[in-house]
């Protein structure tokens, strides 16, 4: 019996183990970050599969050591970050000088990390970390105030990320949701030609990224309208966009698995009469699985290394 290994985030980083049916509650272990520290969103593996590495609230991007040795500091998105300061700290209204890392995902080819930051755009860190550079902060002349999630082609290393919205910053993301701001953008950034394109505008909350398998559309999550949309970026439908699926719950962020389908974590959005668990997508945007896990507000599902039984 082969074991699946998943990655879930809520506050806490949590490593799941079993064999996964929407029938079978999972055994799962966790990995607690250090004293002081939340926030965690999303999570990646390094080039040789080292990590994980997360994003937390006060602006630090961490990896997991292992269990002898723990978290250990990697990177970090803001120039101005002050330890003394910005270390342990919750408060959102410092996340504007101590970086808030949303969004990570490594180039495979080159090793390096790229990151969505809340408040300093998208940026690269070298495989040895440090402080992070800044390689977009606009796209046609418009100021990312929300850059959120990114995924990256293998094969060519562009990066498509989303700004959640032009209006609101990360630290108003209740008021946008609240007025139901439609300012999200899908975007993308050539790193040999340091061009970055709008994609698709006039989004609901845009969120989580995900790349198809076979790189012929991008998906983006629009958490306020409860959906997954599709832009083709191939084909006759090439510059198009769909719904992939429509969610009972609010969608956060969306990562493919090995088999190229997709892990999506959703949340009730404030309503504690709608249950909902983080679903796996098929190719189509039917839903084929719900995780039958309870840890309370997700922001993303992970599947590393092995098949699901």
């Not at 998943?6 to 806490?12: E, L, P, V």
């Amino acid at each position: 019996m082969k074991l699946s290994q998943f990655f879930i985030f809520s506050f806490i980083l949590i490593s799941l183990f079993g064999c996964v049916n929407s029938h079978q509650a999972l055994k799962y272990n966790t990995l607690e970050l250090p004293s002081g520290v939340s926030g965690p969103e999303s999570i990646a593996f390094d080039c040789n599969g080292d990590g994980p590495y997360t994003g937390i609230s006060d602006g630090r991007i961490l990896k997991w050591q292992g269990s002898k040795h723990g978290w250990k500091e990697f990177a970090i998105t803001s120039p101005f970050r002050i330890p003394k300061f910005c270390d342990g700290s919750l408060n959102p209204a410092m996340e504007q000088v101590c970086g808030r890392p949303l969004g990570l995902k490594f180039n495979e080819a080159t090793c390096d990390l790229y990151i969505a930051d809340a408040y300093f755009g998208l940026l690269v860190v070298g495989q040895n970390g440090g402080v992070a550079k800044q390689v977009a902060i606009s796209a046609e002349g418009v100021p990312f105030r929300f850059t959120n999630a990114l995924d990256i082609d293998q094969n060519t290393g562009v990066v498509y990320f989303t700004d959640t919205s032009t209006i609101f910053q990360r630290w108003a993301y209740a008021i946008a949701m609240q007025i139901g701001d439609k300012t999200g953008r899908l975007l993308k950034y050539d790193p040999r030609t340091k061009e970055v394109t709008v994609l698709l505008r006039g989004l609901s909350f845009s969120n989580g990224v995900a790349l198809s398998e076979d790189k012929d559309f991008v998906l983006v999550t629009e958490t306020t309208a409860a959906k997954v949309t599709r832009y083709w970026l191939q084909c006759q439908k090439s510059q198009l966009s769909d719904t992939f699926t429509q969610l009972v719950g609010c969608p956060d962020n969306i990562q493919r698995n090995i088999h190229g389908e997709f892990w999506v974590a959703q949340n009730n959005c404030g309503r504690p009469e709608v249950k909902v668990r983080p679903v796996r997508l098929n190719k189509e945007g039917k839903i084929v699985e719900e995780l039958s896990v309870d840890v309370g507000p997700l922001s993303e599902v992970q599947e590393k290394d092995n098949s699901l039984c």
